[in-house]
């Protein structure tokens, strides 16, 4: 019953080692093909399908149901390991953004999969909990930002109204909302939509307040929007926050816009702060937006977490589900993580499904670590990767030839064979597209972790 006599088609070799008998998870994939499949009568079915499934029900197996990694954008981690700093830093915002003192908008960068997203969440979770009002837009290309603004003011102001003494005073401003979000605007995607059908009904129950913030011009209107929102939440001594992620894919014009209205909110005390996340060229693209973005916006780099912090990610959760790591296992899981944050929950899950007892051990993580890399090539990489023009993967695949580090846009020209202003429109849309990003004058990089040798293991 247990050699691989038993077994018929055993043609692929176990991955990733030896000696693991009896209960390897190959061994139980193995052993459902025990089963009689054609057997004479149910009866002798059923003893077949006892008999190979009684090893696997014998040994104290991990629930997959139990599972408690979350590999996915924004997927909330079961810890959020590793942002003790930033979580102090955000509550000091709130505490003096709340009191009337000057603060700069926090802006988090950082490479995809990092956990800005998460991170971004949390700190509207802190927000929250201080009864502000928040609300979240996600910036798309080519898009402006007008309506998604005027959708997430609207969620904070919802949040404040119960509490608010004055209904009169509310329906003021969401009156100033409405005409803000119907306003017809210079800015392209607004004048769009203006042009091409119905106007917005943004589902605000008051009549449109005309003659503010609805002029059009969006750095007025923001400016206008943003002081009378904040003087709802200066009444309750709470304050709003605004949340943008993909902030580096705002227009230009909207970015200025959205600078000058955050500048003028810091010079006059407003409660209301925005807090923004983005690829690494944030803020340079905020930077080219308003030369003075450097001293409004305070930047957070988020980093792949440190060997302790990615061995709690993992631990914690475990340890709720009665569930321990073996250090071996934490050390293979960081060799092949490195760290970011995505891949601890990837290699995690899947570590976690193969492994049958605990601890969990390195042969475990071995074991696992091939279907792991598999999904992500598909899901991770590989989604990312087909949205290249075959031009562009040209370009990629040249920028991974050259290593992983950040490389010289004039040596991917040359390993291509190519002058240098010939590439620009490819390397142009790959930023566009956040698959790459410059990360100083001249140089280029991945925004995307271990993409490089994604590409290098790629077939030409
Ligand atoms: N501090 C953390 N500890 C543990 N897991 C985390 C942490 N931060 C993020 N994760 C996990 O990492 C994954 C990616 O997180 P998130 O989507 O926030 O990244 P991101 O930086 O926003 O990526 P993208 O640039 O692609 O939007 C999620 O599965 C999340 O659960
Ligand atoms: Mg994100």
């Not at 909330?76 to 700069?104: D, K, M």
């Not at 909302?177 to 939509?193: C, E, R």
């Not at 075959?390 to 020209?413: C, F, H, I, W």
Request: glycine share 8%; hydrophobic share 40%.
């Amino acid at each position: 019953m247990t050699t691989a006599a038993h077994v018929p088609g055993r043609t692929a070799p176990r991955p990733g080692g030896v000696g693991r008998a009896p209960h390897s998870p190959f061994d139980d994939r193995m052993a459902l093909r025990r089963v009689d499949w054609d057997a004479p009568s149910s009866a002798a079915f059923y003893r077949s399908l006892e008999a190979a499934l009684e090893p696997r029900i014998e040994s104290d197996g991990m629930d997959p149901v139990r599972n408690p990694y979350a590999p996915g954008a924004g997927q909330r981690p079961p810890e959020l390991a590793g942002r003790e700093r930033e979580l102090r830093q955000f509550e000091v915002v709130l505490e003096r953004v709340a009191r009337g003192r000057p603060e700069r908008s926090t802006v988090l960068t950082g490479l995809r999969g990092v956990g800005k997203t998460v991170l971004l969440n949390a700190f509207r979770s802190m927000a929250i909990q201080r009864l502000w009002g928040t609300g979240k837009i996600e910036a798309r290309p080519e898009q402006s930002i007008r309506r998604p603004v005027a959708a997430a003011l609207h969620m904070a102001l919802r949040e404040l109204a119960p509490r608010h003494r004055a209904p009169d005073r509310i329906e003021h401003v969401l009156g100033v909302l409405k005409a803000f979000a119907q306003a017809k605007s210079d800015d392209g995607a607004g004048a769009k939509a203006a042009k091409g059908g119905p106007r917005w009904q943004p589902g605000i129950d008051v009549p449109a307040v005309r003659g503010r913030a609805d002029s059009g011009d969006l750095e007025i209107d923001l400016m206008e929007l943003f002081v009378d929102a904040a003087s709802i939440a200066t009444d309750l001594g709470v304050g709003i926050a605004l949340f943008i992620d993909e902030m580096q894919d705002i227009t230009p014009d909207d970015i200025s816009a959205l600078c000058t209205a955050c500048h003028e909110l810091s010079q006059n005390g407003g409660p209301l702060i925005v807090v923004g996340a983005g690829l690494p060229h944030l803020p340079a693209v905020l930077s080219a937006g308003k030369s003075y973005s450097e001293r409004l916006f305070s930047y957070t780099r988020i980093d792949r977490l440190s060997r302790s912090a990615a061995d709690y990610a993992l631990t914690a959760p475990a340890d709720e589900e009665g569930v321990d790591f073996g250090p071996e296992a934490l050390e293979a899981l960081y060799r092949v993580s490195d760290g970011f944050p995505f891949f601890v929950q990837a290699y995690g899950k899947v570590t976690w499904d193969h492994a049958l007892r605990s601890p969990i051990t390195a042969e475990d993580v071995e074991i696992a670590a091939p279907e792991a890399e598999e999904e992500l090539a598909v899901g991770f990489f590989g989604s990312r990767y087909e949205r290249a023009t075959p031009a562009e993967r040209d370009y990629m695949r040249a920028m991974a030839s050259l290593g992983d580090e950040p490389v010289q846009t004039t040596d991917v020209a040359t390993s291509l064979g190519r002058r240098p202003s010939s590439l620009s429109p490819a390397r142009d849309s790959l930023i566009k597209k956040g698959l790459v990003y410059s990360a100083e004058r001249g140089t280029i990089a991945f925004t995307v972790p271990h993409f490089g040798r994604f590409l290098r293991r790629q077939p030409d």
